[in-house]
């Protein structure tokens, strides 16, 4: 049973470069979720796309974010011109959501990120 | 707006004593209830959910969890702690309906004393 996958694990950047994250769901999982948990914190909401597309956007996720599933199968979150206040572990979860039934989410390793 | 409270920052137990994490919810509607634990620098891993049925949940690691309407709590229990239980345990809560984005607590650090 392969769960969620994220590469990197870590990254270590300068302000103002890109990073990109990608994240590889369980393989049958219809539904890619992407949080966003700081230092003490629970995991906030960034956004979540049901096959290839992006349904649901968090106001956290600025106009720096960028994410997409193109096939719908893994997904990658892009953040240009990175911030310190970027620093953060970065997470993705998926889902198999079938109608009318619950859905339980499936979080992978993470991407730890830290701007310099 | 949905918010979930865990009023407990860090939690100090014993090995062998019991163990029960606060949670309390604030929701439109009854949500579906869900408990996760985090190691350091990992991912989380499900404990057990509630979405429906006997209010009273079990999970894995002897971990269980009650479902009380009236009190908007979702407390979760382990009669006998072990030392590997330590770790950060995170209460959650996502909607019935539509997009299931899950809205998490602050979390609860557990030490276990041997």
């Known amino acids: 049973d392969t769960g969620v996958s994220q590469n990197p694990r870590h990254k270590i950047t300068k302000r103002g470069q890109n990073v990109t994250f990608r994240c590889d769901p369980i393989s049958e999982h219809n539904r890619l979720y992407w949080y966003r948990q700081t230092l003490g914190q629970g995991p906030e909401f960034l956004t979540y796309?049901?096959?290839?597309?992006?349904?649901?956007k968090s106001r956290l996720l600025s106009d720096r974010f960028s994410a997409e599933r193109p096939k719908g199968s893994f997904s990658t979150l892009e953040i240009q011109r990175t911030e310190q206040g970027d620093s953060a572990m970065y997470l993705c979860?998926?889902?198999?959501?079938?109608?009318?039934?619950?859905?339980?989410?499936?979080f992978g390793p993470g991407t730890r990120l830290l701007v310099l | 707006a949905q918010s979930v409270t865990q009023p407990d920052i860090h939690i100090t137990v014993s090995e062998g004593a019991s163990l029960e994490l606060r949670c309390n919810y604030s929701?439109?509607?009854?949500?579906?209830l869900f408990w996760y634990v985090q190691s350091p620098g990992q991912g989380l891993q499900l404990l057990l959910k509630?979405?429906?049925?006997?209010?009273l949940v079990q999970g894995i690691k002897g971990f269980e969890a009650e479902f009380k309407r009236s009190q908007s709590s979702f407390n979760l229990r382990k009669p006998s702690v072990h030392w590997s239980d330590a770790a950060e345990y995170f209460c959650a809560v996502g909607p019935r309906g539509g997009g299931n984005k899950l809205t998490f607590g602050t979390g609860t650090q557990l030490k276990v004393e041997l």
């Open positions: 979860a998926s889902s198999l959501k079938v109608q009318s039934q619950g859905e339980t989410q499936y």
């Open positions: 796309f049901q096959n290839e597309a992006q349904l649901e």
């Open positions: 929701y439109g509607a009854t949500p579906y």
């Open positions: 509630y979405f429906s049925g006997d209010t």
